[in-house]
């Protein structure tokens, strides 16, 4: 079983900016792609952004040029900067860990963005 923590969450103001973050246990040799997600109330879990073994990465159109995913492997862990927010960002945002053929996620962290 691999533990997937996420941090970092919290309430800003349009314009500003967040970073959240994601631990994961386990080898890292067996990650496969770690990556974020949110989720709106009565909607679809969505990909925000996901990077991929060997440095693949990945973003959802809403979000290009002002979010950043970045990964240090050796902490196994994996963060989303994400800057110029808007209102529809808020979310509850949640991490997504690819480890050998499943996948783990954790408990999710709120972001949430006032005009």
């Known amino acids: 079983q691999v533990q997937v923590v996420e941090s970092g969450g919290g309430l800003v103001q349009a314009g500003g900016s967040l970073r959240l973050s994601c631990a994961a246990s386990g080898s890292s040799s067996r990650i496969n792609a770690m990556g974020w997600y949110r989720q709106v109330p009565g909607n679809q879990r969505v990909l925000v952004g996901i990077?991929?073994?060997?440095?693949?990465?990945n973003y959802a159109d809403s979000v290009k040029g002002r979010f950043t995913i970045s990964r240090d492997n050796a902490k196994n862990t994996v963060y989303l900067q994400m800057n110029s927010l808007k209102p529809e960002d808020t979310a509850v945002y949640y991490c997504?860990?690819?480890?050998?053929?499943?996948?783990?996620w954790g408990q999710g962290t709120q972001v949430t963005v006032s005009p």
């Open positions: 997504q860990v690819r480890y050998g053929t499943a996948y783990y």
């Open positions: 990077i991929i073994r060997g440095g693949s990465i």
